[in-house]
């Protein structure tokens, strides 16, 4: 991790990196962002963990990230992390809500920075996708309240499915507390020594709903029209932006479908995208799904790539994710300029040290640990 370039203003971002057909990058390629130069392009996806406490990071969180760091990932992004205790997916969600919450974190990149890879953290809030138990519970969907369970919130007052809360409609006050809530936990990551932060507009939680025709029925100002549907995430943007230093990255990751009939397509983010850039936002991370608990969606190798590549034609780097496995397809995925970066996530989880095994394959230099350099 290197900062070799003058940093752009705040509301700035570089534009998107030129493919030269004669040299086009590859996956060991670095990647510049602002300040950042990330040493490779693979990054780690968020993952939840779902073993915080109080929303603190523990030994796992430590040893889970820093293993993915002398791994050789360029960057690697820790979990959904809840701006606000109502904002948790479960009780075991990191957050970054208090001060308190900051050291814990701040261990974990430093040892991070040490392996020499990058830190980013998304910051979440799960809307009514919220006060759910644990994965591995043997209950599942919704926490009631003598159980110690939360209100929700979300766009409008419809659950997610039958098993999950009743969300409260967010008033005047509740949306000004999520910005508030937004822009605080970003000062915090800053705090902890993260190097990217990414905005959560993806997966059905709370900027998700508020983004799709299929979750937020209002008739003010922050529904009604694709402008007032994205009103609330670009509001959050441009709060993080006034904290978060000009010299860093900011990501934002969305689903860019629904995979219903009247939900979001990749066709709605295209208009997006430049109002994105025009606020600092540096890259999109691009996923897809889990805002409608009955979509069908048809999963296969490497089945969101295509809607990178729409969203990087429309001005911003992308980031693609979503069962790339293969040293070759996440290399292919790069070559080609499908996007910048490409996030792994179960691959990751089954094997730490692919990165590394990537590079071997791909005849590559790959950065090796020099405790482990007798294996390689």
């Known amino acids: 991790m ?8 705040a509301h700035e971002s570089p534009s998107a990196p030129s493919l030269d057909p004669a040299a086009p990058p590859s996956l060991f390629a670095p990647l510049q962002l602002r300040d950042l130069t990330l040493r490779n392009r693979i990054a780690v996806a968020p993952m939840c963990q779902y073993s915080a406490t109080d929303g603190l990071a523990t030994d796992w969180h430590l040893v889970h990230l820093g293993s993915r760091a002398v791994g050789g990932a360029g960057l690697v992004i820790a979990e959904a992390t809840a701006v606000s205790p109502e904002g948790r997916i479960t009780a075991g969600d990191l957050g970054l809500w ?8 701040r261990r974990i990149t430093d040892f991070i920075h040490e392996q020499g890879a990058a830190t980013g953290i998304q910051l979440a809030h ?3 996708k919220a006060s759910t138990h644990l994965p591995w519970a043997e ?5 009631p309240l003598a159980d110690g369970g939360w209100v929700t919130v979300a766009p409008s007052p419809e659950p997610f499915a039958a098993d999950y809360p009743q969300p409260v409609e967010l008033g005047p006050d509740g949306l000004r507390k999520v910005v508030d809530d937004f822009r605080a936990a970003a000062a915090r990551a800053d705090r902890a020594g993260f190097d990217v ?13 508020f983004l799709s025709p299929v979750s937020n029925h209002r008739s003010d100002a922050y529904g009604g029209t694709p402008e007032g549907r994205a009103r609330l995430l670009l509001e959050v943007v ?14 934002v990751r969305v689903s860019a479908s ?16 430049p109002q994105l850039r025009a606020l600092g936002v540096d890259l999109v991370d691009v996923s897809s799904g889990g805002n409608v608990a009955t979509a069908q969606i048809p999963v296969g190798a490497g089945y969101q790539v295509p809607f990178a590549a729409q969203l990087r034609d429309a001005g911003l780097p992308t980031g693609a994710v979503g069962l790339i496995t293969a040293p070759a397809q996440a290399d292919h995925v790069i070559r080609t300029g499908q996007a910048d970066l490409v996030l792994l996530a179960r691959e990751l989880l089954r094997d730490p040290y692919w990165p590394l095994l990537a590079a071997r394959e791909l005849r590559a230099a790959g950065p090796v640990p ?3 350099g007798r294996a390689w």
């Open 2 to 9: 290197t900062a070799t370039a003058s940093s752009p203003s």
């Open 98 to 105: 208090t001060d308190e919450q900051i050291a814990p974190l």
């Open 126 to 128: 799960a809307g009514r």
């Open 139 to 143: 209950t599942h969907g919704e926490v």
């Open 197 to 209: 932060v990414e905005v959560h507009a993806a997966h059905g939680y709370l900027l998700h709903e």
């Open 238 to 251: 441009g709060a993080i932006r006034e904290v978060w230093p000009a010299g860093k990255p900011v990501f």
């Open 258 to 273: 629904d995979w219903v009939d009247g939900g979001l397509t990749s066709e709605d983010f295209v208009p997006l995208v």
């Open 370 to 372: 020099v405790q482990y």
